[in-house]
């Protein structure tokens, strides 16, 4: 019997109308279109609506990913959301999403490995489809960064946006899908990028200034060493798995946080330009929502095709890693 793998069969994207410039941001905190232009590479960001929650935006993404599948919701056995804003503790914001689209066979679950988290969600998805226990899954990235960022702290508030994108994945017996996942984590370095749940202790108020301990803190530096580090590691080892030369991967879609990570890593890889794909200008970083709205722009702009074999990787709070080769 031939091998099952997980291939993409629909893809899906949803970001809020409501655009935050660098402009805007001037007027706001003592920062500059040129500083946040040359050290990260954001020109603007989308930002939901007052009201508007994670599940709303995931469910937009996965109410179009559903339409390019052409597949309806009672098709679904499988929905798992990447996310670290959700709605709510409980209810996930998956089971939110399985109630709006009325996905009534599908389990639903959260992953919370921030901005790797939909590198997480693809590989525990396609597992299940590998084994023959679910044919039909769809996987959101989707974060409201926006509600968990502090807009008076100059040194993150440039970086973060909202969105959503989605993957609808089904099983084949063809060569597309999934061919090979790599995922990591360092729980002792944890400590460089947090957001306050329960605990607020005296270390996590001393990293606030302004008071709201439910926002973003992070050391920029320490992260920004680790991500070029284990995107490079990332990439080559899934290569390495799937039994593909860096040559034959058509395009790399990596998380979108900083340009200058980008290049980075790509110098790293010795890669040439055209073969890492970018958009973080557009939509800064939405954590768990960045690599599949990148993957979605990818495809809509031709960047991949179908048979092409392409490489997601991300880095993220935790502090994780992971990436994923895939025949489209
Ligand atoms: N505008 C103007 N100046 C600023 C701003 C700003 N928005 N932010 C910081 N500065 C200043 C600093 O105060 C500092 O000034 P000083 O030299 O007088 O002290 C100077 O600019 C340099 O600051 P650095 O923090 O050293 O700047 P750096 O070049 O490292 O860039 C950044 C900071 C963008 C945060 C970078 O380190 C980075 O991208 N790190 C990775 C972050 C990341 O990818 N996180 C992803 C995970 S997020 C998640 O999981 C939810």
Redesign the pocket.
Known sequence: MSKIRAKIAGIGKYLPERILTNED?EKM????DE??TK??GIKERRIADEGVYTSDLARYAAENALKNANMAPEDLDLIVVAT?SPDMYTPSVSCHVQKYLGAVKAAAMDINA??SGFIFAVSTASKFIETGTYKNALVIGA?C?SKITEYKD???????GDGAGAVVLTATETENGVMSCVLGSDGAQGDC?T?AGLRVDEVEKERRPFGNPRT?W?D??A??KF?VRVMESATREVAEQGGVSLEDIKCIVP?Q??Q??IEGARKRLGCEEEKIFSNVHKYG?M?GASVPVALCEAIEEGRIQHGDKFVIVG???GLTWGSALIEY
């Open positions: 941001l905190v003592e920062t500059s500083w946040i050290r990260v670290v921030a901005c974060d960064l100059r040194s993150t508030c440039v970086l973060f990028l957001i973003i992070m920029g530096g992260v920004f991500a998380h946080a900083n200058r990570i970083n954590s880095f993220g709070g």
